[in-house]
């Protein structure tokens, strides 16, 4: 279909996109500000009940002494245990107790006092009083507990809130309203596509085909009715014309048939015979035998069921570090860093594994098949997830929630890639990621708040349901394959392996590029910067947000490269930059060792990785020519490829535990940021040589 046939579409995709934009965001703004006073109304007297019922607590443990006989100013641990219940209540700054004489007895081990404290404490411990009461003062807010026990009066506690927790409270809570407005349009696009392309996009490709068709004098084709009322009324004019095109030519060549039966050797009916003949050699009425049937708008189809598979898997992202470390314990006297990056490497290991089996017997059993079966082990393996509580179950199930998504992975992506040309694979590449990362975009986001509400259980059980509602919308829109022509056998793998492994070209962006990559990414990305935010006291939502900025910017930046910056520069020149950026941005980690260093080095990640990424996977491609590639087959570099490419993202984890075992965590990331950018350059040196020698050959 040409260019010009489809601009009104595009036209009328991006003002209903822009419509749908404008009313999500103005429903969010007004139930956010109508939200607004809720939260003021319920969160102050939340906190304050939650200091009474831990004033009652600690008062409680008092009168037990006082009834034992045991002096109130000889009780041990006091201030460790003032600490252990600050440090599970974020919302309480400090806790105190007094004697009727106004001397402090005990106090939480960060609380400091001066003068103005000091005789705050002294003028209200020495005033006994029946109940609690809330107090707020310039040098105190909080609430006053008397310990009274059979009407005497022993002396006062003092439980300090945070007046900075409300803020931040509602600071985190503006922020979540955001990212689930950002994620709702996120997903609202998505959804916009797959319908505007079944309803709208579709119908007019198969209708302009149709007409196209015609035009050649070809009316064997009949359409079925799809898309709105509308486009059902042309489809149905259409038919009509090609039935009638069809049931004329052929009582003209029954009446003839009738003649030459009837009147064998006259004289008109040579002259009968060559007209038919001239009709036939135009005209087209019946499908020849090796058609194939015209089938638009397949990636768009793909692309809603794959974001959210996608997800469902990264829902857990955020926290699968954090997790780990709570389950910790002792394993064959390995460190706890480097046992913590286990799970996600387990991930990896079984997600690259998968990927070349899948390829062995993709072609065999179809796409179809193995998308289905991965979306159920998927499911599953998540759901199992939320139940457990052992480490190596743990791993187990991480493990095999790898292997269902190498099985997705890789069918989507071969259908992403194979119908396209060699000069738009960079494009298709770049529609391709663009779906992996805005499901995990919403994932990490919705994720973050979910773990911070509903707990890590919570989210994997949303997970597998999320899992199971992409097995449900690849049944309707898969479509069912029956192969094309590629090897299935392993003789072919392993001949195909040998080939591919001998491309000096293929080999130097799988080991300069492909795999640095994957190490930074999970052994930065996924490991580091939720363990090093957690450190930092930064809450789930918070270290999911700081991942979406990593992903936005796939999404955004990564299209605008791939369509305009590959116009003007190679992709071996985009490649190298990527690299070198991204090792420059692992390093800032290191100079400003905060959290606002860490979201600045995970942003330019973001934006290094939009400039190679659309590019590494077409470098690879077409490292072979055409005919090489087809005779090795599409699957079968790409799953060799992703199983190589992989093994970054195995080693990614255990070389950072590995380097934390040894070192501080700056040493580390300036370890990795150094040798990610050295690799970039090395890649662009061997580009250059084996461009000279391709030149001089």
């Given at each position: 279909m040409k260019t010009d046939n489809k601009t009104p579409v595009v036209s009328l995709t991006f003002k209903i996109n822009l419509l749908t934009i404008a009313l999500i965001g103005l429903s969010g703004l007004l139930l956010s500000l109508s939200y607004l006073p809720i939260f003021d109304e319920t969160t102050k007297p939340l906190i304050d009940k939650k200091a009474y019922a831990i004033a009652e607590s600690l008062g409680l443990s008092?009168?037990?002494?006082?009834?034992?006989?045991?002096?109130?100013?000889?009780?041990?641990?006091?201030?460790?245990?003032?600490?252990?219940?600050?440090?599970?209540?974020?919302?309480?700054?400090?806790?105190?107790?007094?004697?009727?004489?106004?001397?402090?007895?005990?106090?939480?081990?960060?609380?400091?006092?001066?003068?103005?404290?000091?005789?705050?404490?002294?003028?209200?411990?020495?005033?006994?009083?029946?109940?609690?009461?809330?107090?707020?003062?310039?040098?105190?807010?909080?609430?006053?507990?008397?310990?009274?026990?059979?009407?005497?009066?022993?002396?006062?506690?003092?439980?300090?809130?945070?007046?900075?927790?409300?803020?931040?409270?509602?600071?985190?809570?503006?922020?979540?309203?955001?990212?689930?407005?950002?994620?709702?349009?996120?997903?609202?696009?998505?959804?916009?596509?797959?319908?505007?392309?079944?309803?709208?996009?579709?119908?007019?490709?198969?209708?302009?085909?149709?007409?196209?068709?015609?035009?050649?004098?070809?009316?064997?084709?009949?359409?079925?009715?799809?898309?709105?009322?509308?486009?059902?009324?042309?489809?149905?004019?259409?038919?009509?014309?090609?039935?009638?095109?069809?049931?004329?030519?052929?009582?003209?060549?029954?009446?003839?048939?009738?003649?030459?039966?009837?009147?064998?050797?006259?004289?008109?009916?040579?002259?009968?015979?060559r007209s038919l003949r001239a009709i036939e050699a135009e005209y087209l009425f019946e499908p020849p035998a090796d058609v194939r049937q015209y089938r638009p708008g397949r990636i768009p189809n793909y692309r809603a069921p794959f974001f959210i598979f996608m997800f469902s898997h990264m829902l857990c992202l955020s926290f699968v570090p954090i997790m780990s470390e709570k389950m910790y314990r002792p394993i064959m006297g390995l460190s706890k860093s480097f046992l913590n990056g286990v799970p996600i490497s387990a991930f990896m290991l079984f997600w690259a594994l998968a990927m070349p089996l899948t390829g062995i017997w993709l072609r065999r059993l179809g796409r179809r098949k193995f998308i289905f079966l991965g979306c159920l082990i998927s499911a599953l393996s998540l759901l199992l997830t939320a139940f457990v509580s052992r480490y190596e179950y743990f791993v187990v199930l991480r493990s095999l929630s790898g292997v269902g998504f190498g099985m997705v992975f890789l069918c989507v992506q071969d259908i992403f890639l194979r119908g396209s040309q060699q000069e738009e694979r960079s494009i298709a590449s770049s529609y391709f990621w663009a779906a992996f990362f805005s499901g995990t975009v919403c994932g990490t986001g919705i994720g973050g708040i979910l773990a911070d509400r509903a707990g890590f259980s919570g989210v994997f059980i949303a997970s597998a349901l999320a899992a199971c509602f992409s097995w449900v919308l690849f049944l309707f829109l898969a479509e069912e394959d029956k192969g094309s022509g590629e090897p299935k056998d392993m003789k072919h793998y392993d001949s195909a392996l040998g080939t591919i492994i001998k491309n000096i070209r293929f080999s130097s962006v799988v080991l300069f590029l492909s795999i640095p990559g994957k190490i930074v990414l999970t052994g930065f990305l996924y490991y580091l910067v939720p363990l090093t935010l957690h450190g930092f006291g930064a809450s789930q939502s918070f270290i999911g947000r700081v991942l979406m900025?990593?992903?936005?910017?796939?999404?955004?930046?990564?299209?605008?490269?791939?369509?305009?910056?590959?116009?003007?520069?190679?992709?071996?020149?985009?490649?190298?930059?990527?690299?070198?950026?991204?090792?420059?941005?692992?390093?800032?980690?290191?100079l400003v060792h905060t959290v606002y260093g860490v979201v600045i080095g995970v942003t330019l990640l973001g934006i290094a990785r939009s400039m190679y990424l659309p590019v590494v996977d077409a470098l690879a491609l077409e490292a072979f020519r055409d005919e090489e590639l087809k005779k090795i087959g599409t699957a079968s570099v790409l799953s060799i490829y992703g199983l190589f490419e992989k093994a970054g993202n195995v080693l990614g984890p255990v070389i950072v535990g590995l380097l934390l075992s040894f070192a501080d965590t700056r040493s580390a990331l300036l370890l990795i940021g150094t040798g990610t950018a050295a690799c970039g350059l090395l890649y662009g040196v061997l580009h250059l040589i084996e461009g000279k020698k391709a030149a001089v050959s």
């Open positions: 008092f009168r037990k002494a006082i009834e034992n006989e045991i002096p109130l100013d000889r009780l041990q641990n006091t201030a460790l245990v003032f600490d252990q219940v600050l440090k599970e209540n974020k919302e309480l700054k400090s806790i105190m107790f007094a004697n009727p004489e106004g001397s402090l007895l005990y106090r939480d081990s960060g609380v400091n006092i001066d003068k103005g404290l000091t005789g705050f404490i002294k003028e209200k411990a020495g005033q006994s009083s029946r109940t609690y009461v809330l107090t707020s003062a310039d040098v105190f807010h909080g609430l006053e507990m008397p310990v009274n026990y059979h009407g005497i009066y022993y002396g006062k506690l003092f439980i300090e809130t945070d007046r900075e927790y409300y803020r931040q409270v509602f600071q985190d809570i503006l922020f979540d309203i955001l990212t689930v407005i950002l994620i709702s349009f996120i997903v609202a696009l998505e959804m916009l596509k797959l319908t505007i392309n079944l309803l709208v996009t579709r119908p007019i490709e198969l209708v302009a085909h149709a007409l196209d068709e015609m035009k050649k004098g070809h009316y064997w084709q009949r359409l079925k009715s799809s898309g709105l009322g509308e486009f059902v009324s042309i489809d149905r004019q259409l038919n009509a014309i090609a039935d009638s095109m069809t049931s004329r030519y052929r009582a003209a060549a029954a009446r003839y048939e009738n003649l030459s039966t009837r009147f064998a050797g006259a004289r008109g009916l040579g002259d009968a015979a900025i990593f992903s936005l910017a796939i999404i955004f930046i990564g299209p605008f490269f791939a369509r305009h910056f590959s116009k003007y520069f190679s992709r071996a020149f985009l490649s190298v930059s990527g690299s070198v950026l991204a090792g420059s941005s692992i390093i800032i980690g290191f």
